[in-house]
T-cell receptor
Framework: AQSVTQLDSQVPVFEEAPVELRCNYS??????LFWYVQYPNQGLQLLLK??????LVKGINGFEAEFNKSQTSFHLRKPSVHISDTAEYFC?????????????FGAGTRLFVKA | ETGVTQSPTHLIKTRGQQVTLRCSSQ?????VSWYQQALGQGPQFIFQ???????GRGNFPPRFSGLQFPNYSSELNVNALELDDSALYLC???????????FGSGTRLTVV
């Protein structure tokens, strides 16, 4: 069975500090990996995606993530956060099998950036 | 880009009723997915349509059904509404399978 675990429900961090939001997944088939962000009172927005190729992917707003196949992880990082990065972040995994595509989201990590 | 638009934004229905939620996908996107998001939780995958055929389904009962139309619009139908169906329903479209989704702002369904 496919699952996605976001290891931290909340991450408080000071402005200009680095941050890592952790995501682990399990799947018996090939996957695509995504991070989405949901700002307060807004819809979900795609931050970045890994489909194939280089395991380090860069997204919008200075975020990046690294796919680690052996550890089945896809952690999101940013070297220096801003107040405006305060939001809910969701990791998502799309499994690809003969029955079709199925996308599972994690429960979310609330990033709170303090001044 | 026109984005993904959903209607209505809010809806109140009575237990046992049926509801249809509508979505207009971003132009050119042939894949649409529907999600249920309860308060404080991540979106739960209901199903996905690719070129008007169901392409994947989550762990939702058959009373959740959908349609995708040639003009990139789609519907989510829920029969025999239950109180637990109260949630935010999100529609998301993609240019192709697995490319990543563009989400609408959702329809807030309240079942009383």
């Amino acid at each position: 069975a496919q699952s996605v675990t976001q290891l931290d429900s909340q991450v408080p961090v000071f402005e200009e500090a680095p941050v890592e939001l952790r995501c682990n997944y399990s799947s018996s088939v090939s996957v695509y990996l995504f991070w989405y962000v949901q700002y307060p009172n807004q819809g979900l927005q795609l931050l970045l995606k890994y489909l194939s190729g280089s395991t380090l992917v860069k997204g919008i707003n200075g975020f990046e993530a690294e796919f680690n196949k052996s550890q089945t992880s896809f952690h999101l990082r940013k070297p220096s956060v801003h107040i405006s990065d305060t939001a809910e972040y969701f990791c998502a995994v799309t499994s690809i099998n003969t029955g079709g595509f199925k996308t599972i989201f994690g429960a979310g990590t609330r990033l709170f950036v303090k001044a | 880009e026109t984005g993904v638009t959903q209607s209505p934004t809010h809806l109140i229905k009575t237990r046992g009723q049926q509801v249809t939620l509508r979505c207009s996908s971003q132009s050119g996107h042939n894949t649409v997915s529907w999600y249920q998001q309860a308060l404080g939780q991540g979106p739960q995958f209901i199903f996905q349509y690719y070129r008007e055929e169901e392409n994947g389904r989550g762990n939702f009962p058959p009373r959740f059904s959908g349609l995708q139309f040639p003009n990139y619009s789609s519907e989510l139908n829920v029969n025999a509404l239950e109180l637990d169906d109260s949630a935010l329903y999100l529609c998301a479209s993609s240019l192709e399978l697995g490319y990543g989704y563009t989400f609408g702002s959702g329809t807030r369904l309240t079942v009383v």
